[in-house]
């Protein structure tokens, strides 16, 4: 089992900056791939960023490239996620996720074993 805590979230204006950070416990955090989710109301959760398990690959979402950015510390079990330059449509609930099965990093939520309970993000115009 891997328990998962996301913290971080809040209200910010446009053009802003938050740092998400997802706490691990449970198992080994540095076997396993980590993503960040996010879903807006009346939306699909759609993927932002994944990491591998040393944090040398790492994949984003077109929408987030070059304002996200994903990072882990494993002495530290956790997950991080920057995000600068933020608008008013990154406004959502952000889930981090671990992938304890795979050692290829996916953008596909149903490859996902645990998540945590989400955080919200709300940016203001």
């Known amino acids: 089992q891997v328990q998962l805590v996301e913290s971080g979230g809040g209200l910010v204006q446009s053009g802003g900056s938050l740092r998400l950070s997802c706490g691990a416990s449970?198992?080994?955090?540095?076997?396993?791939?980590m993503g960040w989710f996010r879903q807006a109301p009346g939306k699909k959760r759609e993927f932002v960023a994944a990491?591998?398990?040393?944090?040398?690959?790492?994949y984003y979402a077109d929408s987030v490239k070059d304002r996200f950015t994903i990072s882990r510390d494993n002495a530290k079990n956790t997950v991080y996620l920057q995000m600068n330059s933020l608008k008013p449509e990154d406004t959502a609930v952000y889930y981090c996720?671990?992938?304890?099965?795979?050692?290829?990093?996916?953008?596909?939520?149903?490859?996902?074993?645990?998540w945590g309970q989400g955080t919200q993000v709300t940016v203001s115009s």
């Open positions: 449970g198992r080994t955090f540095s076997d396993y791939v």
């Open positions: 990491i591998s398990w040393g944090g040398s690959t790492t």
């Open positions: 996720a671990a992938e304890t099965h795979e050692v290829v990093v996916t953008t596909i939520a149903a490859k996902y074993d645990y």
